[in-house]
């Protein structure tokens, strides 16, 4: 695809960085950003709108984004990583622009997911078990209690949980790990790496 044909159709403040022609066609583009630049940014306003509550707000960040990508565009490159350096960046951007507003990320206000784990919690804090189990994780510190609920008792893949809590896939294998072991100790539970053999395994 040409430059210009990525310029045609839908008005740019609706896709894309937001800018007018005349401001986007200056910077000269190289193909491989331009690929990547479409390739990306649905994905990328996707994940600030949901953070920011707003089409607006997300298009404002992930046009400074862009810039940023496109003035690092050689070392991120080179570095062999694109496309984890440049969620970085994006991740980067969202937290500081949140954080200089002062506010939580609007799905944790209002979102449908907010909405999920506040409910996930308040059924689990009325529940009773004879194990203890819904209690226990209607105790877990809050993260863990995030990736807990959203990984196993809603289902959502490792990659989904890592999109709306803002945070890596490892972070939230670490945060999984953590918590199932709170729960584990919390229900007096065996650890798993000490299982006992069933009947008939071994002699």
Known sequence: MSHDDALEGDP???YGLGLSQSM???????LDFEAFYLGHQTAFHAYAEVHFGTRAA????IHEVFLEIHAGWTELLSAGNL????????????H???ELEGRAPAFVINGPIAQALAATRDKLQKMESTSGL???IAELPNRQFEVIVLRY??????TKVAWFVG???RTVGHHLRRGKERLRIKLGLPDDRKKPKKKGEGT
């Not at 986007?24 to 190289?30: A, G, R």
Request: cysteine-free.
């Open 12 to 14: 740019p403040s609706e």
């Open 24 to 30: 986007f066609v200056p910077l000269d583009l190289p």
């Open 58 to 61: 997300a298009e404002e960040v």
């Open 83 to 94: 496309e984890q350096g440049a969620w970085a960046i994006v991740r980067r951007a969202v």
């Open 96 to 98: 500081d622009r949140l």
């Open 134 to 136: 819904y209690e226990a």
């Open 153 to 158: 008792l809603l289902g959502y893949p490792t």
């Open 167 to 169: 945070i890596d896939e």
